[in-house]
């Protein structure tokens, strides 16, 4: 079965400096990975995926993600963090549906950055 | 852009009500989710749906129920409100075409039960 543990549940950092989420997923088959960002009173949104191809993988504000096939990572970073980053993100495996050709979502635990000025 | 709306930011029911929340989104999605989300442990799937009138357990169902009669609108209930059901609630929404599709999320209900 599909698994996505996040190791880090809290990461602090101060402002302009780099950042790395680790997420580390389990899957007999290949897989389809996802970042989410839950802002403070919102919903999740969607900042990056990888499906296939180029395993660094760009996504919106800033932030990079690269597969490791070799050990089943999918680690979140940027250069430079900025207070608006401030945020839960969720690392995330997508597992096809049977039925319709759709997928589930398996989440991991959240990461809360908290980024200091 | 695609909008999932969920009626109530906040709620709070006793022990033992027959709670419904709500679902609503506008983009004619195939599939929709209900997930719970809880400190350390994540978002934790409750029940799913593919289609009208069609639904399939999540890891988690134990406790609710869920119903689609028309494809935008997608209700968890709880039949017999407890304690343990105290949390946040997101309702999500995807097109349905791939599993690599991404999910549109709704902005929560956060439900207390007393």
């Known amino acids: 079965a599909q698994s996505v543990t996040q190791l880090d549940s809290q990461v602090p950092v101060f402002e302009e400096a780099p950042v790395e989420l680790r997420c580390n997923y389990s899957s007999s088959v290949s897989v389809y990975l996802f970042w989410y960002v839950q802002y403070p009173n919102q919903g999740l949104q969607l900042l990056l995926k990888?499906?296939?191809?180029?395993?660094l993988v760009k996504g919106i504000n800033g932030f990079e993600a690269e597969f490791n096939k070799s050990q089943t990572s999918f680690h979140l970073r940027k250069p430079s963090v900025h207070i608006s980053d401030t945020a839960e993100y969720f690392c995330?495996?997508?597992?096809?549906?049977?039925?319709?050709?759709?997928?589930?979502?398996?989440f991991g635990q959240g990461t809360e950055l908290s980024v200091k000025p | 852009d695609v909008k999932v709306t969920q009626s109530s930011r906040y709620l709070v029911k006793r022990t033992g009500e027959k709670v419904f929340l709500e679902c609503v989104q506008d983009?004619?999605?195939?599939?929709m989710f209900w997930y719970r989300q809880d400190p350390g442990l994540g978002l934790r799937l409750i029940y799913f749906s593919y289609d009208v009138k069609m639904k399939e357990k999540g890891d988690i169902p134990e406790g609710y129920s869920v119903s689609r009669e028309k494809k935008e609108r997608f209700s968890l209930i709880l039949e017999s409100a407890s304690t343990n059901q105290t949390s946040m609630y997101l309702c999500a929404s995807s097109l349905g075409t791939g599993f690599n599709e991404k999910l549109f999320f709704g902005s929560g209900t956060q439900l207390s039960v007393l």
């Open positions: 983009m004619d999605h195939e599939n």
């Open positions: 990888y499906l296939s191809g180029s395993t």
């Open positions: 995330a495996v997508s597992v096809r549906l049977l039925y319709n050709q759709g997928g589930k979502l398996i």
